[in-house]
């Protein structure tokens, strides 16, 4: 699997809110960290993150949330055994015709099976 891949894994995660993925998308270490864009604070650990997935509505084999996200202006950087991904990520609530929009950075890491993120960065834009 490439970093692209990995990538769309991710998009996919979050369009299926399967909760199954998070361990097989993200490194599943006590040392991942995640920043939110709808929660102050660092999340640190696989099982923090897991709880943080949680609380947005993920289940153990995933839901039709009628929500959807997709990225846009996505940059892919490859370096030694990791890649840098930046995107701005658009998410829209089911029945909302509002997109919700911020930039995103992931880190991921090269592995035995794979690419797996290391840490996640979102934000939000203002809204105008």
Not at 24 to 53: C, M, Q
Not at 103 to 116: E, M, N, S
Request: glycine share 8%.
């Amino acid at each position: 699997m490439n970093v692209c891949e990995a990538v769309d894994k991710w998009v996919s995660l979050w369009n299926t809110y399967d909760l199954n993925q998070v361990t097989r998308i993200f490194i599943n270490d006590p040392r991942v960290t995640y920043f939110s864009s709808e929660k102050e604070g660092r999340i640190k650990g696989i099982d923090n993150l897991i709880a943080h997935h949680k609380e947005f509505g993920f289940v153990s084999g995933g839901r039709n949330s009628g929500n959807r996200l997709w990225l846009e202006n996505v940059d892919i950087e490859e370096y030694r055994g990791t890649a840098v991904v930046t995107a701005d990520w658009c998410f829209q609530r089911r029945g909302s015709e509002e997109t919700q929009r911020g930039p995103v950075t992931l880190l991921f890491i090269k592995i035995d099976d794979g690419w797996r993120i290391a840490h996640a960065h979102f934000s939000n834009y203002k809204k105008t």
